[in-house]
């Protein structure tokens, strides 16, 4: 099949707290598109400035986080005329904006967990054990999980570094997955099995002692509700190309979407890259799939 672009860029690095993951990522992503035959310009995005060489026809966006997944680099983008992977403006915005998504979520009767948002000097209304979101952020950044009263104000203080408001969402006690999705392909189903409890930066990120079961151990029903959950999700906040949605599962089998990662990572450690190993997609494969849904 002949590919729509041959000359493409990958944006990557950013200037956002998930900036060394994505260099990481875009790194991996150009070599997998180079693979797949494609002529690969690596961008180091450092400010909302950036150019894009001459010649470039389509842009593989692996900047995570802040202007990488709330549309700041679609935006530009989208001025250059260049068509790029992924969710576009405002689904980027919505996606990225956790607030935002509970909100386009809830309209669409998507389950999502009993929340609060909080600014400074407000009083907490739900009971613990809850977690603590900046809403505005990827990778867990400035997330905790609140058991006792005396881990509240420090994780409250910590999600402050990275915004004025904060998601308190009730904790979903049980197991956690996720689930990736490209070109309209529902991938096998991840689960994520932590030493810690929960799927924090360092568990992403950090250590090795995380485990991943891909295939996930569900009955067929469970799956199948899980990833049309999934399915619901993407459609519901107007994403496109790919992403990633995240899961808890009480142990009474009743579930609730944490979030849709736009941009999910590419790294190593990274979860859509082993669903789609599991589903039978090669890694440099992956790329060109998803480049090929690159437009405007």
């Known amino acids: 099949m002949k590919k729509p672009f041959k000359n493409v860029a990958v944006l990557k690095g950013g200037f956002s707290a998930e900036r060394e993951v994505s260099l990481e990522s875009g790194a991996a992503i150009a070599s997998g598109l180079r693979k797949a035959g494609y002529n690969v310009a690596e961008i180091d995005v450092t400010s909302s400035e950036f150019a894009v060489p001459a010649g470039i026809e389509a842009v593989f966006i692996a900047l995570h986080g802040t202007f990488g997944e709330d549309g700041g680099a679609q935006t530009r983008l989208t001025e250059f005329g260049l068509p790029y992977v992924g969710a576009d403006v405002e689904a980027s915005r919505r996606s990225f904006d956790k607030l935002l998504t509970e909100i386009r979520l809830r309209e669409a009767g998507v389950p999502v967990p009993e929340s609060e948002t909080l600014r400074r000097g407000d009083k907490r209304k739900l009971s613990l054990p809850v977690a603590v979101k900046p809403p505005r952020q990827g990778s867990s950044v400035g997330c905790s999980l609140v058991f006792n009263e005396a ?27 996720t689930v990736g999705i490209v070109d ?23 250590v090795d002692t995380t485990r991943y079961v891909i295939p996930a151990e569900l009955d067929a029903g469970t799956a199948a509700r899980m990833q049309a959950a999934t399915r619901k999700t993407f459609e519901a906040l107007g994403a496109r190309g790919f992403g990633r949605v995240d899961f808890r599962m009480t142990p009474e089998g009743e579930l609730f979407v944490l979030e849709l990662n736009t941009i999910p990572g590419f790294t190593s450690h990274s979860l ?20 090929k849904t690159a437009s405007l």
């Not at 509240?152 to 308190?168: C, M, N, Q, R, S």
């Open 151 to 177: 881990e509240w104000a420090p994780a409250l203080a910590d999600a402050f570094k990275y915004d004025d408001e904060i998601l308190v969402q009730r904790f979903i006690p049980g197991r956690e997955f």
């Open 184 to 206: 309209g392909e529902v991938l096998p189903i991840v689960e994520i099995v932590t030493a810690a409890g929960w799927y924090d930066y360092t568990a992403k990120y950090k």
């Open 272 to 291: 859509l890259p082993k669903a789609a190993a599991a589903a039978g997609i090669e890694f440099s494969a992956l790329c060109d799939r998803i480049m």
